[in-house]
């Protein structure tokens, strides 16, 4: 059987997190959770996912440390990350492409333009 | 003489500590205020996020029985959005906090698809009959922004007709797209439409007075599509014939996004 393409989600609220995954999974991909920044970094490093919805504001290491240090690092650099983020931190759109994000995405989530931005970068197997 | 210029420096400087002291509160107050729309916005996305994941069956097909109960939550919850996102942007307004505002080229068809979905019922329970061309001028907005702005704006409409359904067109004007919404309401006085555009509308209650504003009002809006050099006007006909009319700057060609403060 084919190995389905790996998504990273990194959210700290669990009912967010779960709901993600069950949608990704239901799209065809497959997802595994991290619930605060460190332990997104471990998992990225380890699982090499496809993508990573990461989360801007979340315990032990934000976002933007999290994107920024899988950006830098040769291991992880190719990893697309789409930073999650809410309409009223629109300042951490600018900020998040500083630390290297290819995409955002804005709460409360949209599945159709969710999908839209991640097919542009990957697609389930 | 040196006893008055003594007095007038000591005012001043008394004046500029004040002011520096009311300034660090009120920046304060906003941070303040914007992290709880924050933490409010939380429990929402995880709400909506179950919501949508119900309806598109991800957990399992819903009984048709239930459908429209879950249709229903669906729609206060793009209520709630709109109110929260109203009210964050409202707290940066009246704080002089930076409201940044996102200036694209977007398909106006686009805006207009997202807030009927946000607007609509159930299904079964449509009462948005939309007039939309096949092709628009793509128009300069902050996308979401716009979404939920024309959302509530059919909230408004539907709060106040009188009967019929909610009409929804939109066609281009020199440099411009006019989007339309129109329902049969109550005649009100033209001086009361006039107001009912004001930022702190929703505060002018008077005895005997009916209120011409649902969420934080039209005032708001109005406020919002100014900032991204579009306009809101409102007309109400003597039959209660209603007219709320965003005019959509049109894109110039070759502009890039920016951030507009």
Redesign the interface.
Same mark, same amino acid.
């Given at each position: 059987m084919a190995k389905k393409t790996l998504i990273l989600i990194v959210e700290d609220?669990a009912? $967010?997190s779960e709901? =993600?995954k069950?949608?990704m999974e239901?799209r065809g991909f497959t997802a595994v959770c991290a619930a605060d920044g460190a332990a997104g970094l471990v998992l990225a490093r380890k699982n090499k996912p496809a993508l990573v919805l990461l989360d801007i /504001?979340l315990p032990k290491m934000d976002g933007f440390d999290v994107c920024r240090m899988l950006k830098t690092s040769p291991g992880t650099k190719d990893i697309r990350i789409i930073m999650i983020t809410? =309409? +009223?931190? /629109?300042?951490d759109v +600018?900020k998040a492409f500083a630390s290297g994000a290819d995409d955002y995405i $804005?709460?409360?989530?949209?599945?159709v333009r969710m999908f839209k931005k991640i097919e542009k970068f990957v697609t389930p197997d | 003489m040196m006893f008055f210029c003594g007095l007038l420096l000591g005012a001043a400087a008394a004046w500029a500590v004040g002011a520096a002291l009311e300034r660090r509160r009120r920046q304060r107050l906003g941070r303040f205020l914007?992290h709880a *729309?924050?933490e409010i916005?939380?429990p929402?996305? *995880? &709400? #909506? &996020?179950?919501v @949508?994941?119900l309806l598109?069956?991800?957990?399992g097909p819903i009984p048709p029985d239930q459908l429209k109960w879950i249709e229903m939550m669906r729609e206060q @919850?793009g209520r709630l #959005?709109g109110m929260v996102?109203d009210l964050?942007d409202f707290i940066h307004l009246s704080l002089n906090r930076?409201l @940044?505002i !996102?200036s694209d080229s977007v398909d106006p068809r686009e805006i207009i698809t997202?807030a009927v979905a946000l607007a609509k019922r159930g299904s079964d329970r449509s009462d948005i009959v939309a007039d939309v061309p096949a092709a628009l001028p793509q128009v300069c907005a902050d996308r979401? !922004?716009m979404v939920r702005i024309l959302s509530g704006l059919l909230f408004h409409a539907r709060k106040f007709r009188a009967s019929g359904d909610l009409r929804l067109s939109a066609q281009p004007a020199p440099g411009a797209v006019l989007v339309r919404v129109s329902y049969l309401g109550q005649a009100i006085p033209a001086s009361e439409v006039a107001c009912s555009l004001e930022l702190l509308y929703p505060s002018y209650l008077r005895k005997g007075h009916t209120l011409n504003s649902v969420g934080l009002g039209l005032g708001v809006h109005r406020a919002l599509v100014q900032k991204q050099g579009a306009d809101l006007s409102f007309q109400v006909a003597p039959d209660g014939d209603s007219t709320l009319t965003l005019r959509l700057a049109e894109a110039v060609e070759g502009g890039r996004p920016a951030?507009l403060d």
């Open positions: 609220d009912v $967010i709901n =993600l069950a949608l239901a /504001m809410g =309409l +009223e931190r /629109m300042g +600018e $804005i709460k409360p989530f949209d599945p | 914007s *729309a924050h916005n939380t929402i996305t *995880a &709400i #909506n &996020i179950t @949508l994941n598109s069956g991800v957990f @919850l #959005n996102g964050r930076d @940044l !996102r997202e979401d !922004r951030m």
